[in-house]
């Protein structure tokens, strides 16, 4: 029993190729509609598993082709995340025997698979382990940047993580690491490469410049819808990082940014001194944004694909407080009315201070001279009265 499947996202086809693969279909999968209509014409399956929007031939012109060219009957069903009631209308009136909605569970899938082909004979039954999957309607890149994390990295956490949760592809940079973080983040990814990118910089040049590298890279990806970046440590854990892309992919926010807020119901962690530096810290960057966030340096933030460039197109001018630069940059491209607009702070459940931090209490007091370098170089753009007043300040405190 041979079935096709064709999508132009990679990262959805892989766990449906790998799990009907695993109950004995014939599987082969295409991710660029134009070749798969090629495909179907060689390869004649039984079922054709079809996205609805794709880019140069759409999943409903793709049903037009099997319908008017197939001389033998062909199973057609639709996994789409379009829930448009004339599109589903105009699949079933073309003859398509099922539409699902992403997102649904891999089970859910097969059973709908064997109901209309039938089961092979060398099908196996799957393991509850590796049953509970759920095809996502967004594929998603992380970008982590490690620096000396041989001893820290949470292999185990990032593995079981993307094996259980499809569309997510993790992008761990090594910015120059002087211990065995390269050679652990390879093994991390053997076997799993398509979920998995090494990038390595030779040469340390710090988290700013190691998380610009990662995101430009994974925004090469054609089938990624968001890419965010996440810290090494897990200090915000893959869970809660899932939450913020589903605020962004329900809304029209271009910028999701974790908040580690205490409030009730949450469990948020961190050292005294750090927490009061802190927010002495964010006094004067809302200064400088002209915005109230209350926590701009979460090392938690998922950006809309097409806002990458602009926050990531130039080097940043300092080390550790690049996402009031990020932040900055969309104020000036989009205006500060705009910006506010498509920004979102969201309250994380969770944050853990964890133990062997990079950022150490005497970095914390640079970054005050560092927030007088971001109001200098944006001095003679949009909202300078309010800069240029914050500027005078943080000089004074830096100096």
């Given at each position: 029993?041979?079935?096709?499947?064709?999508?132009?996202?990679?990262?959805v086809?892989?766990?449906?190729?790998?799990?009907?693969?695993?109950?004995?279909y014939?599987?082969?999968?295409?991710?660029?509609?134009?070749?798969?209509?090629?495909?179907?014409?060689?390869?004649?399956?039984d079922?054709?598993?079809?996205?609805?929007?794709?880019?140069?031939?759409?999943?409903?012109?793709i049903i037009?082709?099997?319908?008017?060219?197939?001389?033998?009957?062909?199973?057609?069903?639709v996994?789409?995340?379009?829930?448009?009631?004339?599109?589903i209308?105009q699949?079933?009136?073309?003859g398509?025997?099922?539409?699902?909605?992403?997102?649904l569970?891999?089970?859910?899938?097969?059973?709908?698979v064997?109901?209309?082909?039938?089961?092979?004979?060398?099908?196996?039954?799957?393991?509850?382990?590796?049953?509970n999957?759920?095809?996502?309607?967004r594929?998603v890149g992380?970008?982590i940047?490690?620096?000396?994390?041989e001893?820290?990295?949470?292999?185990?956490?990032?593995?079981?993580?993307?094996?259980?949760?499809t569309g997510?592809?993790l992008?761990?940079v090594?910015d120059?690491?002087?211990?065995?973080?390269l050679?652990?983040?390879?093994?991390?990814?053997?076997?799993?490469?398509?979920?998995?990118?090494?990038y390595?910089?030779?040469?340390?040049?710090?988290?700013?410049?190691?998380?610009?590298?990662?995101?430009l890279?994974?925004?090469?990806?054609?089938?990624?819808?968001?890419?965010?970046?996440?810290?090494?440590?897990?200090?915000?854990?893959?869970?809660?990082f899932?939450?913020?892309v589903?605020?962004?992919?329900?809304?029209?926010?271009?910028?999701?940014?974790?908040?580690?807020?205490?409030?009730?119901g949450?469990n948020?962690?961190?050292?005294?001194?750090?927490k009061?530096i802190?927010?002495?810290?964010?006094?004067?960057?809302?200064?400088?944004?002209?915005?109230?966030?209350k926590?701009?340096?979460?090392?938690?933030?998922?950006?809309?694909?097409?806002?990458?460039h602009?926050a990531?197109?130039k080097?940043?001018?300092?080390?550790?407080?690049?996402?009031v630069?990020?932040?900055?940059?969309?104020?000036?491209?989009?205006?500060?009315?705009k910006a506010?607009?498509?920004?979102c702070?969201?309250?994380?459940?969770?944050?853990?201070h964890?133990?062997?931090?990079?950022?150490?209490?005497?970095?914390?007091v640079?970054?005050?001279?560092?927030?007088?370098?971001?109001?200098?170089?944006?001095r003679n753009?949009?909202?300078?009265?309010?800069?240029?007043a914050?500027?005078?300040?943080?000089?004074?405190?830096?100096n």
């Amino acid at each position: 029993m041979k079935i096709l499947a064709i999508d132009d996202q990679q990262l959805v086809l892989l766990p449906l190729q790998k799990r009907l693969v695993e109950l004995g279909y014939e599987v082969k999968i295409e991710t660029n509609s134009i070749k798969g209509l090629k495909l179907f014409d060689a390869f004649k399956p039984d079922l054709v598993i079809v996205d609805i929007n794709m880019p140069d031939i759409s999943g409903i012109d793709i049903i037009k082709h099997i319908k008017n060219s197939s001389s033998t009957p062909t199973s057609i069903m639709v996994l789409s995340g379009n829930t448009q009631d004339d599109i589903i209308t105009q699949g079933f009136e073309l003859g398509i025997d099922d539409y699902m909605k992403k997102p649904l569970s891999l089970n859910e899938i097969c059973a709908r698979v064997r109901r209309l082909i039938g089961t092979p004979t060398s099908s196996v039954k799957l393991t509850e382990d590796n049953s509970n999957v759920i095809i996502q309607q967004r594929c998603v890149g992380v970008v982590i940047p490690c620096y000396n994390e041989e001893e820290r990295l949470l292999s185990k956490e990032f593995i079981d993580y993307i094996d259980k949760n499809t569309g997510y592809h993790l992008c761990f940079v090594n910015d120059g690491s002087k211990d065995n973080t390269l050679e652990v983040l390879h093994t991390l990814q053997k076997g799993r490469e398509d979920f998995i990118t090494v990038y390595n910089c030779e040469q340390n040049g710090g988290k700013a410049e190691a998380v610009r590298l990662g995101m430009l890279h994974m925004a090469a990806k054609e089938d990624l819808d968001y890419i965010g970046f996440l810290d090494a440590d897990l200090s915000t854990d893959l869970a809660d990082f899932d939450d913020l892309v589903k605020v962004i992919e329900q809304s029209d926010f271009k910028i999701v940014s974790g908040s580690r807020i205490a409030r009730m119901g949450a469990n948020i962690t961190k050292e005294s001194a750090r927490k009061i530096i802190s927010l002495t810290i964010n006094f004067f960057i809302r200064k400088i944004l002209s915005m109230d966030f209350k926590d701009t340096q979460c090392g938690a933030k998922i950006f809309h694909k097409d806002v990458i460039h602009i926050a990531f197109h130039k080097a940043f001018v300092t080390q550790w407080i690049f996402d009031v630069e990020i932040f900055k940059r969309m104020t000036h491209y989009y205006g500060l009315e705009k910006a506010r607009s498509i920004i979102c702070e969201q309250p994380l459940k969770r944050w853990i201070h964890a133990d062997g931090s990079k950022l150490s209490l005497k970095d914390s007091v640079k970054i005050i001279g560092q927030l007088a370098q971001i109001a200098w170089v944006y001095r003679n753009k949009k909202g300078t009265k309010s800069n240029n007043a914050s500027l005078n300040t943080l000089e004074m405190i830096s100096n």
